[in-house]
């Protein structure tokens, strides 16, 4: 079968927050624009945002301000975030939502009829606009509905890339293959803006979607960009534990922002003891050690987690504030969150590290490719505040849509395609349906979600770490001899599919284990049994991964751009004022 | 908490293979865990028997829609669906109204080929003008959330008489459509009238009313009762009253 070929400015790999933001913003500065996407439209997994989107809009708290804002994703993060990305983030978050409503988003309102903000962990003011408890799902469905009336852009629904193709050390192009008939197609493009998304599905306990098999991570990876922070892998402090079909479905942090008490077995307001100031909104990692720590202290709930209780609230405020929570309950697990506590444990939410980008433009380290949204790094550093993704996708897919715009405006005709890419790509791709009898994709993906599971859980340490380095790279090894289970049809053979986004998946968890056993130290979410303290030391540095020159991943230490005085003055501030206890 | 109920109980699960060209119930026997919904036995079923068993799923936390089919007959989502409510045997077979892919799958794109018909939302031109931003009163808010909260699995398209029956994908936009067409006709801040599309190509008055799409929908939105009766009225009042009929007539317009 000749693969159909197609032309395009500026190709979008991705149709979440960041895609779609970023293909608005490079159709709007007139560039033709290509969104391709795994599921359907408007599926992707950024409609399970739940509670809400990050701006200092300062409409609840007056006092609020973007260096609020800013010093608190920077404490979020350990220091180790990309400051500048932090900066522009809390700088020009409150204007991207503002245009998201004249665009028909609907937010909850304040007594006065302006955007209302509820407050979440480690934000100091009440800052995340929301509706109910789902934002997600209001952001994707106002961007999708803009989308599709922008001229110049066009949507190819459920198509996976599966390389990117390169000419004169810059991007130029994608080799994909469309799901429903298993068609290959050739994108030459002037510009890529990667939007795919973390990687959570190589862990067993995830919130994340099907499609989180960190494609961009691999895309970017193989195509010589440099993956920063790969060790940063968010723990959700709670997930659904009951019963076992539901385990990891995420219950929204919207649940404690509203008031709701976790407590241990004993009934104790256990968070009194780990964050006496903050509670139950202290940031993700500590709440979710928190939990972690009680149940191996015997002191977890009936399933191994900790109680989420709500009930204090009347039922009709718990029903119109979280509508989604109180049916998920309901029908899900039999529980009336009206009148019973939840059951919750940590689950794998988030990925900090991904794709290094430069700040204002999202550009990667290859010309011509630009990232945005989860798969890129650098914002959230060690940890991510809640509420910070949704504003991220929406001012760093616009910056990256920009810039990929701009940049693609500056290329003349299209490069010609490499054909021997485009026929390795093709070899790579068709593999699996050529010996369908190979191992099962189905099997090692699970086995892969065992390993990361295990070898990389709340809190690491170096010989386990070394021990899951080692299954997983004997697992790339039979990977390489994976068939598709059996079946050699090409029209949607999910076995086929998964057997490709497995070779993502294992990228993205050599990258977690090589990465995760170089920084020897804990911070935000990467904790080490066997280095339990902040180093100062290691607040200077960023690990970065890339492929080696024979093919081998390679893990180095760089130092991070020193904050500018005026900035690490508003960081300062805000630990005396707020926690001095963190400032160690 | 749930009741705990013995863990080595088995269900036989038949599901449809195949696709345009024809296909049969297979039948599968399925191993179900405390909580298990379909859509759990549907992908243990890829793992381990059918690894090319074609199904369209993606947040298994009834939040994206994906996972649509009809389940003993009824359009449910997958994900939503325990499998201890349908006791030891059910079957699942795909939405009917869509031509067939593969399996569970099916080719939805006319849905999307519809929601481009209608006009985004547009503010006035005095708001879209104004530099602060905007304000809005809760209760208005409210009364389109209902309609903001539909995750477009397309059930409701699927168990609509007119497009599951009479095949009318050419007259009537369909009961979605009519969701999203009243969630910008109600928005406080919208101001472009849809009422002519909705009389012409959007055919709301080929909707009689039978509920239907209300009564499956994952996310309880009253389609019919808050989303088509106001519409038909809204069309009623701009074409068929009768003052107007007249002054249309005097004016010469149709």
Known sequence: MTPENTDTDVLVIGAGGAGMRGAIAAAQAGRRVTVVCKSLLGKAHTVMAEGGAAAALANVAGLDSWEAHFADTMKGGKLINNWRMAELHAKESPERILELERWGAVFDRTEDGLIHQRPFGAHTYPRLAHIGDRTGLELIRSLQDALVHTPGVEVHMEVTVVRLLLAAGRVVGALAYARADGRQIVYSARAVLLATGGAGRI?????????????????????????????????????????????????????????????????????????????????RD?????????????????????????????PDF????????YEQFLKLAKVDITKEPMEVAPTIHYYMGGVDVEAETGATTVPGLYAAGEVASGLHGANRLGGNSLSDLLVFGKRAGDAAAEFAGRQGKPRRIDKAQVEAATEFLMAPLTRPHGESPYKLQSELQEVCTQHAPIIRDEPSLREGLEKVLALKERAAEMGTGGATT???????????????????????????????????????????????????????????????????????????????????????????EEHE | MAVSTPSRNVVLMSVFRGDADGGELVNYRVPIREGMVVLDAVLWVQANMAPDLAVRWNCKAAKCGSCSAEINGFPRLMCKSPVAEYGEEFTVRPMRTFPIIRDLVTDVSWNYEVNKKIPPF????????????????????????????????????????????????????????????????????DALDRRPLMKGEGGVGMCNITKCCTEVCP???????????????????????????????LRGKK
């Open chain 1, 203 to 283: 862990y067993r306990v995830t919130s994340n979607s099907w499609e989180c098999t960190g494609d961009g991570t691999m895309l970017a990876y193989e195509a010589g960009a440099r993956l920063r922070d790969c060790e940063m892998v968010q723990f959700h402090p709670t997930g659904m534990v009951w019963p076992p079909g539901v385990r990891g479905i995420l219950v929204t942090e919207g649940v404690r922002g509203e008031g709701g008490v976790l407590r241990n077995k004993d009934g104790e307001r256990f968070m009194e003891r780990y964050d006496h100031e903050r509670m139950e909104l202290s940031s």
């Open chain 1, 490 to 580: 090409r029209a949607f053979n999910p076995g086929w599919h998964s057997a490709l986004d497995l070779h993502s998946m294992l990228i993205n968890a050599e990258a977690l284990f090589r990465s995760a056993i170089e920084r020897k130290e804990s911070r935000g979410a990467h904790a080490r049994s066997d280095f339990p303290k902040l180093d100062p030391k290691w607040a200077q540095l960023n690990l970065m991964v890339q492929k080696g020159k024979n093919g081998e991943m390679t893990v180095t230490a760089t130092e991070n751009q020193p904050i500018p005085y005026e900035l690490t003055e508003v960081i300062t501030q805000s630990f005396q004022k707020y926690t001095p």
């Open chain 1, 318 to 325: 718990i029903k119109r504030k979280l509508p989604s929570m």
């Open chain 1, 286 to 314: 500590v709440v979710a050690r928190a939990i972690n720590s009680e149940v191996a202290a015997g002191r977890g709930s009936p399933h191994g987690g900790a109680f989420l209780d709500i009930t204090h609230r009347s």
């Open chain 2, 219 to 249: 996310e309880h939105i009253h389609i019919t009762d808050n989303a088509i009766i106001p519409l038909k009225e809204r069309v009623a009042d701009l074409y068929f009253d009768p003052l107007r009929a007249i002054g249309r007539r």
């Open chain 2, 122 to 189: 547009t503010p006035s031109a005095e708001d879209a003008a104004d530099p602060e931003p905007w304000r809005m009163q809760q209760e208005d808010v409210d009364r389109i959330t209902e309609f903001r909260k539909c995750i477009e699995c397309f059930l409701c398209q699927d168990v609509c008489h007119v497009l599951r029956n009479h095949d009318r994908k050419d007259a009537f936009f369909g009961p979605r459509f009519m969701i999203r067409t009243a969630s910008l006709e109600m928005h406080p801040k």
